[in-house]
């Protein structure tokens, strides 16, 4: 959590790529937003005037029951296709075990036995359904931050997604 001189004058100067970097990614997440807009159950990100988007993971809806295909079997597709960095899901930050035990420093259960706190929370499952069916079922990424996509690998991750899309049934 600290950095020594070294580390600190990478930073510095890794720092000074980011434009560059954000505008790469920026480009081909658009680029990717406005080539798969006309796929049947598939959400891509929206964003709003006067705001950006990075793209260091393209995340995206998919309606499953309209598309009749789980979306287990929709990334499988997308990766024989050779589109790289396909995700599934993501992580529930209240699922993990730091939470699941009630442990997060030490071994005697600090935050949740002090006397500084006195209630009892749970982070079973169930209580964030949304977050959970999205983890669970329709949430579906693509990890840009692997790669630097230049337009002609957008263009065969689009010609990838499209086939799929075309094939859909057979997956079902």
């Not at 006309?38 to 309606?63: A, F, N, Q």
């Not at 359904?129 to 669970?136: C, G, I, K, V």
């Amino acid at each position: 959590f600290r950095l020594g001189e070294i580390e600190a004058a990478m930073g510095l100067v890794q720092l000074q790529k980011l434009k560059g970097l954000t505008a790469a990614k920026t480009h081909a997440g658009s680029r990717l937003s406005a080539g798969l807009a006309s796929l049947k159950g598939l959400r891509t990100p929206v964003v709003k005037e006067g705001c950006s988007h990075v793209y260091y993971v393209y995340p995206m809806i998919l309606d499953t029951a309209a598309l009749g295909a789980p979306r287990k079997q929709i990334a499988a597709a997308l990766r024989a296709e050779g589109v790289p960095g396909v995700s599934e899901g993501y992580t529930n930050i209240h699922l993990l075990p730091m939470y699941q035990k009630k442990i997060a420093y030490g071994r005697n259960g600090f935050p949740w036995v002090r006397e500084l706190y006195q209630g009892n929370v749970s982070y079973q499952k169930g209580i964030c359904p949304m977050a959970e069916e999205l983890h669970d079922q329709s949430m579906m990424g693509l990890l840009l931050c692997m790669h630097n996509f230049d337009d002609g690998e957008v263009d065969q991750v689009l010609r990838a997604f499209h086939k799929v899309w075309g094939q859909m049934e057979k997956l079902a």
